[in-house]
């Protein structure tokens, strides 16, 4: 919840008109970077989950943490459409990003 109104405030300081176009883009392209680097943990994090949970001494381990048992429960539940939901998702994030940063080189570089 605190990265999504982090965000929030960064999104709304993206209409502010004394913050030239550069910092904007630059604000922009710091945003798709943060989801993308949430997107990856998570993904990681499931294909992690799934690995562990084949060994025995981590699933006695993890009987005794309710804790992780919870968190090791949420993941395990989540459906393959969502993975690869949120894959496609980075995906078009990191094209975005080497789109809009050649865009920006090249117009700094005929200007």
């Known amino acids: 919840m605190i990265i999504l109104t982090y965000l929030n405030k ?3 300081s993206l209409q502010d008109e004394n913050i030239p176009n550069e910092g904007k883009i630059a604000l922009g392209l710091f945003i798709f970077c943060l989801i993308l680097l ?3 943990i998570n993904t990681m994090t499931y294909f992690i989950i799934l690995i562990v949970l084949d060994n025995k001494s981590v699933q006695i ?3 005794q943490w309710d804790l992780f048992k919870k968190v090791v429960n949420i993941y395990r539940k989540t ?3 969502f993975l690869i939901f949120e894959i496609c998702l980075s995906l078009y994030i990191i094209l975005f990003i080497i789109y809009n940063s050649h865009k920006v080189y090249t ?3 005929f200007h």
């Open 38 to 40: 949430l997107s990856y």
């Open 61 to 63: 381990w993890l009987n």
């Open 79 to 81: 459906r393959i459409g």
């Open 107 to 109: 117009f700094y570089l």
């Open 10 to 12: 960064l999104v709304s």
